[in-house]
């Protein structure tokens, strides 16, 4: 059937906005983590001023908190419409950017010309324990929201074909904005000081909310709509057992939940030696917080190009499972170097090529073994996977090395134990991709084409 030249206008129409609303998610995308990549740096900066021995405290009341601030968000997204409580909740975190500039500027002064920390009195050194320790559980707070309301609301936009041809494109306004905001934290901290850091997370969070608001003017669907047979699913289960009870009747997400967790707790460690040698190895708190943003940038830079090269390449194989097998190995490596000749050098890069192979290949490969399973353990069970045992690894580590300090403090039982771990991992991810397999040619999926790298 021949299309009249009003069809074609419409198509044509119709295409140029489908690109507006992509770029614009994009941004939005951009914006959010661009302002999370500068503000993350100054969370790890300022709790070195605890002592990085306190770190694992932080980290399991980071664990107890989230679970409180996460039912508080899934109450008011209950009772709001996404109109209403996305840019409610993203001018809450830019009011709460504002209270820490003022804190950290000319209540409790940080990274000052004079002295990286000016001398306070000893009534305001619990001001200064509770400041740091607000910040750091309120940066984890805004990760778990900012992202999740992020993705929940591209969910409700999106088609299910829409989300198959753009989240990649999309994805990458993540990795761009996590580039760029590294890169201007490191380049701005030690010139305008770590403070002033909050101004400019500020300026760069705020456009989020203007790029919400035209996706959800232009390309609107009513929320919640049910399509192709798929029961839209929030992005948490409303109840906490729900999601527990679909991973314990299931084989694949309970080893899916243990690769996850010997994951998490062997970056914990990891990342506390890393801790430990930025401490004691580099001055004050803008030097910390631009080699700890020049981190994350590099991170980001690794990420692009590997999302290109290596996960493309893995997805070749008969069975890309497999390729998890590379960070257990990069860390295993590193473990085993560290155990020969500890520097900052190598747990640096470690955390560079092991964070940014995580980021591109590692997520889409365990996107890949929700695809055969039903319904629930898509959403139910993955969602508790990654939220409950994510957060579990990172506080039973932290338990760990708390413990650990206590009793022997810095030595080889952290790379022992990371080993322990690694051995563990190592077998579960081969018996998930033997699972995996069996699971394609049970279902006769065999011929599932695998997520698009970066979805």
């Known amino acids: 059937m021949n299309q009249t030249a009003s069809d074609i206008g419409n198509n044509s129409s119709g295409a140029r906005q489908d690109i507006k609303i992509t770029l614009v998610s994009f941004a939005y995308f951009f914006f959010v983590i661009c302002s999370y990549y500068v503000i993350k740096p100054v969370r790890e900066s300022l709790a070195l001023e605890l002592g990085s021995e306190n770190i694992p405290i932080l980290n399991i009341l980071s664990m107890i908190t989230l679970i409180g601030g996460n039912a508080v968000y899934s109450l008011v997204v209950g009772y709001f419409k996404r109109d209403i409580f996305i840019p409610f909740i993203t001018k809450f975190f830019v009011l709460c950017l504002l209270g820490f500039w003022v804190m950290f500027s000319f209540i409790m002064p940080i990274g000052t010309s004079t002295a990286e920390i000016q001398p306070v009195a000893q009534p305001l050194s619990v001001l200064k324990v509770i400041s740091i320790t607000s910040y750091y559980l309120w940066v984890n707070l805004f990760s778990l929201m900012a992202v999740s309301m992020f993705w929940s609301f591209m969910n409700d936009v999106f088609t299910i074909n829409e989300s198959k041809k753009l989240y990649a494109i999309i994805g990458y306004g993540g990795l761009v904005g996590g580039l760029i905001g590294s890169a201007l934290t490191s380049m701005l901290a030690k010139t305008i000081g770590t403070p002033n850091l909050f101004v400019l997370a500020i300026v760069l969070l705020y456009p989020s909310i203007w790029c919400m608001q035209y996706i959800h003017k232009n390309h609107y669907r009513p929320e919640g709509i049910p399509q192709a047979g798929n029961q839209a699913s929030p992005a948490h289960p409303p109840r906490p057992w729900d999601g527990f009870m679909s991973v314990s009747k299931n084989f694949i997400l309970i080893l899916m939940a243990l690769e996850m967790f010997f994951y998490t707790f062997s970056s914990t460690l990891f990342s506390q030696q890393f801790n430990h040698m930025v401490e004691t190895e580099l001055g004050g708190v803008n030097e910390r917080t631009a080699f700890v943003a020049a981190i994350y940038g590099k991170i980001n830079i690794v990420s692009l190009i590997t999302q290109f090269f290596v996960t493309r390449l893995v997805m ?26 500890p520097s900052l050098t190598i747990v640096s890069w470690t955390i560079i ?51 650990g300090l206590q009793l022997f403090s810095y030595g080889k039982w952290i790379d022992f134990s990371i080993l322990l771990a690694m051995a563990a991992q190592f077998y579960v991810i081969i018996k998930a991709a033997n699972m995996y397999a069996e699971r394609l040619h049970e279902t006769g999926t065999d011929g599932v084409e695998p997520a698009p790298a970066g979805q």
């Open 316 to 341: 070749v194989f008969a069975n890309p499972i497999y390729g998890l097998l590379m960070l257990n190995i990069i860390q295993t490596a590193a473990t085993l170097l560290m155990l020969k000749m």
């Open 353 to 403: 090529i092991r964070y940014a192979l995580n980021y591109s290949t590692g997520r889409v490969l365990r996107e890949l073994i929700y695809i055969p399973l039903d319904h629930e353990a898509k959403y139910q069970g993955k969602g508790f996977i990654d939220t409950v045992v994510f957060r579990f690894g990172d506080g039973l580590s932290s338990v760990v090395i708390f413990g």
